[in-house]
């Protein structure tokens, strides 16, 4: 059965105080795996898609990275802003859908 | 495009009423998703259609929940009759065509049942 274990479930950084969110996944024929951001009040906001191990990507302070276990969501030098649940998401070359991690509830200090 | 549009944005009924959830996908998309998001269980897919037709509806809780696709632009969630653990957050979902394409989420309808 496809599934996704995020860790942790919440995270308190002071801002600059770079750290990591994990996102395990066991899936049979992954076809990608999505994270999201989302606020509270808002639906999922849509931020990467990787689709093989040793793929990475980046957007502003943001970094994700997979293997053929987890994937990573690095936060580099992190700003008030940037506090929200990020979701993880994996998809499966059996179904259409997406299966849902429970999120990592990202506080961000000043 | 104006994203993924759902109404109402909140709703408050009481036990055993009826409710209508909507839901107009991005044009062009051919997957619709309806998930249901409660803080002791994340996000859950409930249904899907792919052009319109129902794929998958193995997440739908009881057969108090349906759902309907008339055409390409428009989706309903209908709970009848309703019950006070169906509060949650429902959101619907569009994506194009193809596995390997994202999901983009309209804002949600916070269901409240008393």
């Known amino acids: 059965e496809d599934q996704v274990t995020q860790s942790p479930e919440a995270l308190r950084l002071q801002e600059g105080e770079s750290s990591s969110l994990n996102c395990s996944y066991t899936v049979s024929g992954l076809r990608g795996l999505f994270w999201y951001r989302q606020d509270p009040g808002k639906g999922p906001e849509f931020l990467f898609t990787?689709?093989?191990a040793g793929e990475e990507k980046e957007k502003e302070r943001l970094k994700a990275t997979l293997t053929k276990k987890e994937s990573f969501l690095h936060i580099t030098a992190p700003k008030p802003e940037d506090s929200a649940t990020y979701l993880c998401?994996?998809?499966?070359?059996?179904?259409?859908?997406?299966?849902f991690g429970t999120g990592t509830r990202l506080q961000v200090f000043p | 495009d104006a994203g993924v549009i759902q109404s109402p944005r909140h709703e408050v009924t009481e036990m055993g009423q009826e409710v209508t959830l909507r839901c107009k996908p991005i044009s062009g998309h051919d997957y619709l998703f309806w998930y249901r998001q409660t803080m002791m269980r994340g996000l859950e897919l409930l249904i899907y259609?792919?052009?319109?037709?129902?794929?998958?509806d193995s997440g739908m809780p009881e057969d108090r929940f349906s759902a309907k696709m008339p055409n390409a632009s428009f989706s309903t969630l209908k709970i009848q009759p309703s019950e006070p653990r169906d509060s949650a957050v429902y959101f619907c979902?569009?994506?194009?065509?193809?596995?390997?394409?994202?999901?983009?989420f309209g804002q949600g309808t916070r269901l409240t049942v008393v």
């Open positions: 259609f792919n052009n319109n037709v129902p794929i998958d």
């Open positions: 998401a994996v998809g499966s070359y059996n179904t259409d859908k997406l299966i």
């Open positions: 990787l689709y093989s």
């Open positions: 979902a569009s994506s194009l065509p193809g596995l390997k394409t994202e999901a983009f």
